[in-house]
């Protein structure tokens, strides 16, 4: 050994220690600085609603705020590549639903891996989806709606969010079920199709309470079915397709939070528990009933329990969407 080298060593070693120790610094301080959240779809739709109702809640437990940022198109898959690519600081999270387990099998170019690529947060709330129409269609309720499906097949429009999203995968399955092809109209989201939906200009959609129910309500759509096993609480008078002859007919869109992997420990620890701690607000749970939306039990809701739930989904629609015979690019 050179002389001198022990002293560099020391020097060396010195400054690995001071580093970390300023980097445990920044984290133990995190947030510093405000926090960008993609939703990766239009404003005004279920995902973003109830990623600014998360998202007002954390600022307050996190002291810094957290900026909803709607990057849609392509079913998600560019909001979620751009998440994907973002240094793991806790400056960049996400809030998506049940796309990110229905990608894998629809896009053979996803820029990313779904489980790879990501850390999770944690899962957020359960949403059943429900059949809607324009107001002016004539169908007094979901049999006669099928049968006029039936009849006008690819002369009847429906709307999606982009290929592999929630709206996407339910109408597949719909049509599938119903052995009926429509054709589809493709959005950024379904905040800008539901605008469209109240202006007529497309005939059904299928999309999450979260952005139906106080439309249906209010008289605005006409609302034919729910696609959950049990009927609604927010919405009893819909039938369950499953209980109107598609028997077995299931799908609820769940909603969760990711970062890009590899988020130090305590800043995952705290992107978390502030997730948690959202949904523990009374304000938060009260409007999710509001809008037909389930926040998941706490032994669902963490980490470890995401991961899991993703991969038992990718799992489970991968078989479903190969059947339907659908790729996105
Ligand atoms: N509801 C949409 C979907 O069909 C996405 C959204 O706009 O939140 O996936």
Same mark, same amino acid.
């Given at each position: 050994?050179? =002389?001198? %080298? @022990?002293?560099?060593? $020391?020097?060396?070693?010195?400054?690995?220690?001071?580093?970390?120790?300023?980097?445990?610094?920044?984290?133990?301080?995190?947030?510093?600085?405000?926090?960008?959240?993609? &939703?990766?779809?239009? !404003?005004?739709?279920?995902?973003?609603? +109830?990623?600014?109702?998360? /998202?007002?809640?954390?600022?307050?437990?996190?002291?810094?705020? +957290?900026? +909803?940022?709607? &990057?849609?198109?392509? @079913?998600?898959?560019?909001?979620?590549?751009?998440?994907?690519?973002? $240094?793991?600081?806790?400056?960049?999270?996400? +809030? #998506?639903?049940?796309?990110?387990?229905?990608?894998?099998?629809l896009y053979t170019n996803l820029q990313y891996n779904v489980t790879d690529n990501f850390d999770s947060i944690g899962r957020i709330a359960d949403v059943p989806m429900t059949v809607v129409a324009k107001s002016t269609l004539e169908a007094k309720n979901i049999k006669e709606l099928i049968a006029w499906i039936k009849e006008k097949k690819t002369a009847v429009t429906y709307a999606h969010a982009g290929i592999g999203s929630a709206s996407h995968l339910c109408a597949l399955m719909f049509m599938s079920a119903i052995d009926t092809q429509m054709t589809a109209v493709g959005y950024r989201g379904t905040g800008p199709a539901m605008a469209d939906l109240l202006g007529g200009q497309f005939d059904v959609m299928c999309d999450q309470t979260t952005g139906t129910t106080e439309q249906i309500k209010g008289g605005k759509i006409k609302g034919y079915a729910a696609t959950t096993k049990q009927r609604l609480a927010v919405l009893p008078e819909l039938p369950t397709l499953d209980e109107s002859g598609l028997k077995g007919f299931e799908v609820t869109a769940w909603h969760?939070? #990711?970062?890009?992997?590899?988020?130090?420990?305590? &800043? %995952?620890?705290?992107?978390?528990?502030?997730?948690? $701690?959202?949904? =523990?607000?009374?304000?938060?749970?009260?409007?999710?009933? &509001?809008?037909? %939306?389930?926040?998941? =039990?706490?032994?669902?809701? @963490?980490? !470890? /329990?995401?991961s899991a739930h993703l991969k038992a989904e990718v799992a489970k629609w991968s078989p479903v969407i190969q059947a339907a015979g659908v790729k996105a690019n």
């Open positions: 050994m050179f =002389k001198g %080298a @022990g002293r560099i060593a $020391a020097v060396l070693s010195l400054c690995l220690f001071a580093a970390t120790q300023s980097a445990n610094v920044a984290h133990a301080q995190y947030p510093t600085r405000a926090i960008n959240l993609i &939703v990766p779809a239009a !404003a005004g739709g279920p995902t973003d609603a +109830v990623a600014r109702l998360i /998202a007002e809640t954390m600022s307050r437990t996190l002291g810094q705020q +957290v900026v +909803v940022e709607n &990057v849609g198109g392509a @079913g998600g898959t560019i909001g979620m590549a751009r998440v994907a690519k973002s $240094a793991p600081d806790g400056y960049m999270i996400s +809030v #998506w639903h049940i796309a990110q387990a229905t990608a894998p099998s969760a939070m #990711w970062a890009p992997k590899g988020l130090p420990k305590d &800043v %995952a620890d705290k992107l978390s528990g502030a997730l948690t $701690a959202a949904l =523990k607000d009374p304000k938060v749970i009260e409007r999710l009933a &509001v809008l037909g %939306a389930e926040p998941v =039990k706490p032994e669902q809701q @963490g980490p !470890a /329990a995401l």
